[in-house]
């Protein structure tokens, strides 16, 4: 009996921990943090980040990518989520629809994978599942270091210009026309 209520209490800690590291998931909501900043240095006086910081990584297929990545469209989207964050994988399907909708207006989608090479089949398998077509990237230590530590919860997404300065920051799931009202309001 008591090994039995030992393990429920296990149990009920273990979920309970895995549903407050994906952030903030409720009914779509989100936090949202606004940048202005010069981009002299990649952290505001506050802690937050002024910009993506460099990076040289690879892609889910080995390709390698920079920052020089955000110079192909006006603004980018950067997602940063995780194969074992329900809330991440639920809205990559509605990162996809915003990102067709919106990419004639000159906007990238980059999604960074946080658990890194320890998860990249399970990615790989989420984008052919969701049809994602959008660039999915898994993190050097860079962006572990100075991006993905530094993260208040899953998923969080950035708008960035094309010189990788951090235009707005959302905390939190959000449906297709959440990401299309956070990514329109920085078009120009």
Known sequence: MNKKKILVLLATLVVSTVLAACGNSGGGNSTESKNS????????????????????AKDIDGNKVDNSVFKENKVTLVNVWATWCGPCVNELPEIQKAYSELKAKGVGVVGIVSDGNDAKDTAKELIKENNLTYKMIIPDNNLDKNLISTLKGFPTSYVVDSEGKILGMKVGGMNAEGFKEFIEQYIK
């Not at 900043?37 to 040289?56: A, H, M, T």
């Open 37 to 56: 900043n010069d981009g002299r240095s990649q952290v505001s006086e506050q802690g937050e980040l002024k910009s993506i910081p460099e990076f040289s």
